[in-house]
Structures are given as structure tokens and as C-alpha cells.
């Protein structure tokens, strides 16, 4: 069974749907937004996402245009440039992530238990 594109796009939309909604979710639900394993696991579910997105769609892609152009303008074994930038890629959302957790998180906590002392 193969896909048209136009059933692929809407398919898609449909995704891009609901996974903005399971973004939201947080705000708009205030067990969640308290819940630290329902934090967790939307957290897992964007990060699976990126990954997903990154591996299935952007990576081969990447890695077939680089190889076009080596083959055009590089003699000799070429630097595997995509690979590199896919890691650094990730690595800067995955600090960005972190500094922005501990930045909020602990400053909320800190300022949650200051409060409950007074």
C-alpha cells in the first residue's frame, strides 16, 4: 500500500496536530504541570520526536546531498561534515534544554520552598 502525497500531508498535519496539544497540555492542565513524571514523559516524547525527526527525515537526506556534492568538488575520503553537525546539533538543544531546566526548575523549587517557610 503506498501513499499519495496528498494523504501523506494530511497525515502529517494530523501529527504536527496533535503533538503541538500534547505540548500545550502542560499549561492547560494544572495536575500535569505539577506531575513530574508527566513532565518526564512529555519530555521523552519531544525528545523522541526530535530524534525521530532528525534520523528518519533530515539525516539521510543530509547525508545524500553531501555525499553529491564530495563526489563533485572533494578528491579523496571526504569529512563526514553531516554527521558532525547532526551531533553538534543535538548536543546544543540538549544543553539548551538543561540550562533552561535548572534555570527554571531549581529557581521555582528554591522560590516554592522559601515561600512555605514564611
Not at 29 to 50: H, R, V, W
Not at 102 to 107: A, G, K, N, T
Amino acid at each position: 500500500m503506498s501513499l499519495s502525497v496528498k494523504e501523506l500531508k494530511v497525515i502529517m498535519i494530523f501529527v504536527i496536530f496533535v503533538v503541538s496539544l500534547a505540548g500545550i497540555l502542560p499549561l492547560k492542565i494544572k495536575a500535569i504541570n505539577k506531575s513530574e513524571s508527566g513532565l518526564s514523559y512529555l519530555n521523552c516524547f519531544s525528545a523522541g520526536m526530535f530524534l525521530a525527526i532528525a534520523l528518519i527525515h533530515m539525516m539521510p537526506e543530509s547525508v545524500s546531498e553531501f555525499k553529491d556534492w564530495t563526489d563533485e568538488n572533494v578528491t579523496g575520503e571526504p569529512f563526514p561534515l553531516p554527521f558532525c553537525c547532526m551531533f553538534i546539533g543535538y548536543l546544543i538543544v540538549l544543553l539548551m534544554d538543561q540550562v533552561i531546566m535548572h534555570r527554571f526548575i531549581d529557581h521555582n523549587v528554591g522560590h516554592h520552598h522559601h515561600n512555605e517557610k514564611s
